[in-house]
């Protein structure tokens, strides 16, 4: 069982930035990916980022590539999502996301919240324009 529970929302200009923690508890942090997830009203959840384990490989969808960052600290069992050039369009709940999996996975497998079991309560991220 993981326990996930993000922090860092709040409300921004566009073209201003957060910092986004998500500090995990339960399992061995290093030994699973990491994945961040949005949904805007009205809106399917949405897949926004995702790290492997070591924090090696680091996937981003087409939407926020060059402007959002993920980042890991094992150490401290805390993922961060650094979003800079922020939009109207980025205003969602976010949430970070575990798989029940560890070690590995094809890179497929980071962008599918199918993939992903546990879930933290999310965090309200709102820009203004």
């Known amino acids: 069982q993981v326990q996930l529970v993000e922090s860092g929302g709040g409300l921004v200009q566009a073209g201003g930035s957060l910092r986004l923690s998500c500090e995990a508890s339960?399992?061995?942090?290093?030994?699973?990916?990491m994945g961040w997830f949005r949904q805007a009203p009205g809106k399917e959840r949405e897949f926004v980022a995702a790290?492997?384990?070591?924090?090696?490989?680091?996937y981003f969808a087409d939407s926020v590539k060059g402007r959002f960052t993920i980042s890991r600290d094992n150490a401290k069992n805390t993922i961060y999502l650094q979003m800079n050039s922020l939009k109207p369009e980025d205003t969602a709940v976010y949430y970070c996301?575990?798989?029940?999996?560890?070690?590995?996975?094809?890179?497929?497998?980071?962008?599918?919240?199918?993939?992903?079991?546990?879930w933290g309560q999310g965090t309200q991220v709102t820009v203004s324009s």
């Open positions: 996301a575990a798989p029940i999996w560890t070690g590995e996975a094809q890179p497929s497998a980071y962008y599918s919240d199918y993939e992903y079991d546990y």
């Open positions: 790290s492997t384990r070591s924090g090696g490989n680091t």
């Open positions: 339960g399992r061995v942090f290093s030994s699973y990916a």
